[in-house]
């Protein structure tokens, strides 16, 4: 098992660019969210999904944009990137929402927006 | 909605038993929780996980008393290694809240030789 993938690692964007962060996973899990975590920061709920074709928004929704097509996949779009953006964001999923459930975390993409 | 309450940071010496305490005063019935951990440029990892008096595992123990309005994660015996930032979360199974999902600022553990 891979467990939860993120692609790219790191990424340099120019304001307004718009770019796919790529996430997946190979558990067959149903819940998969992605945070972003800014420096000195604890991490903090962008959009999350309970399944296939079902997604919902977190804390902080504004500015990014997600789907999920399968069960594997759950990309985050940014559509017009802005400095405010610049983090290192996570994915993660696991076998059902809520706190109970374990949530497996991917390495990160470490984000700037110049 | 449970929210929790931990340190912002705490220092400890290697081989030294460090206690890091939570508050969750308005803990559900159906509530477990849940500690993770996190080392510099990585996503956090799961530690302990516990609903009510004392689990253990080979990393941790998770102390909770009768009320759950708290919890006390455990580390024996520190090392450098263990320094990082700790996260504590209560949630339950069903729950599709976000509110369930937030990790807050967490305890920076610093460990010094």
């Known amino acids: 098992n891979a467990g939860v993938t993120q692609t790219p690692k790191f990424q340099v964007l120019k304001t307004g660019q718009s770019m796919t962060l790529q996430c997946a996973q190979d558990m067959n899990h149903e819940y998969m969210s992605w945070y972003r975590q800014d420096p000195g920061m604890g991490l903090r709920l962008i959009h999350y999904s309970v399944g296939a074709g079902i997604t919902d928004q977190g804390e902080v929704p504004n500015g990014y944009n997600v789907s999920r097509s399968t069960t594997e996949d759950f990309p985050l779009r940014l559509l017009s990137a802005a400095p405010s953006q610049t983090s290192v964001y996570f994915c993660?999923?696991?076998?059902?929402?809520?706190?109970?459930?374990?949530?497996?975390f991917g390495p990160g993409t470490r984000l700037t927006v110049l | 909605l449970a929210k929790t309450t931990q340190p912002i940071s705490m220092d400890s010496y290697e081989g030294q038993e460090v206690n890091i305490t939570c508050s969750h005063n308005?803990?559900?019935?159906?509530?477990?929780i849940t500690w993770y951990q996190q080392f510099p440029s990585q996503g956090p990892r799961f530690i302990i996980q516990g609903y009510k008096t004392k689990v253990t595992n080979e990393v941790a123990s998770l102390f909770i008393p009768a009320d759950r309005k708290s919890s006390t994660l455990s580390l024996p015996r520190v090392s450098l290694s263990d320094t990082a930032v700790y996260y504590c979360?209560?949630?339950?199974?069903?729950?599709?809240?976000?509110?369930?999902?937030?990790f807050g600022t967490g305890t920076r553990l610093q460990v010094f030789p």
């Open positions: 979360l209560v949630g339950d199974r069903w729950s599709y809240n976000t509110d369930k999902l937030i």
């Open positions: 993660a999923s696991s076998y059902g929402a809520g706190g109970h459930n374990e949530q497996f």
């Open positions: 308005n803990i559900a019935t159906n509530d477990y």
